[in-house]
């Protein structure tokens, strides 16, 4: 079945990694996360590494170690997350990209534009404390 919404599997293990990252008091390490997730540990080892190189996670080695935000909870958008995996979201003019139109005006009346547009508006607009806290 089609979704007009669609988030990768690597986005959703981004975003419910970092609210449980920002819930925990300390370290937590990936073999925790991705039990309580019931995600592959291999997969999500590998979001949480892309998450390191981008500057959203401390990763720490050691038998006390694990994965720490390096930045306030408070300071993080989920768009800044969910670009971090699936890189900046594009606004497109034409749902086809096409530089050309066969027609005078767009059938879809720029629903794609404003629909992607609230898409980047809400998730700017929440801060990864605002998804620690309905959790």
């Keep these: 079945m089609a979704k007009l919404v669609h988030f990768s599997e690597a986005a959703s293990l ?20 991705a039990e309580e997730m ?11 590494q892309q998450l390191v190189k981008q500057g959203y996670l401390k990763s720490v080695r050691g038998p ?11 300071d993080i958008s989920v768009l800044e997350i969910y670009e971090a995996i699936e890189g900046r979201i ?11 139109c066969p027609f005078d005006k767009c059938l879809m009346n720029g629903l794609v534009n404003d629909v992607t547009m609230q ?9 990864l404390e605002d998804f620690v806290v309905r959790s």
């Design 90 to 100: 594009d606004v497109p003019e034409c749902p086809l990209d096409r530089k050309i």
């Design 64 to 74: 006390s170690g694990g994965f720490i935000l390096s930045k306030s909870s408070e």
């Design 14 to 33: 981004a975003l419910h990694a970092m609210v449980l990252i920002a819930k925990s008091e300390n370290h937590i390490n990936v073999n925790s996360l």
């Design 38 to 48: 019931g995600a592959s540990r291999n997969h999500l080892a590998k979001v949480l």
């Design 119 to 127: 898409f980047k508006e809400y998730f700017q607009e929440q801060s």
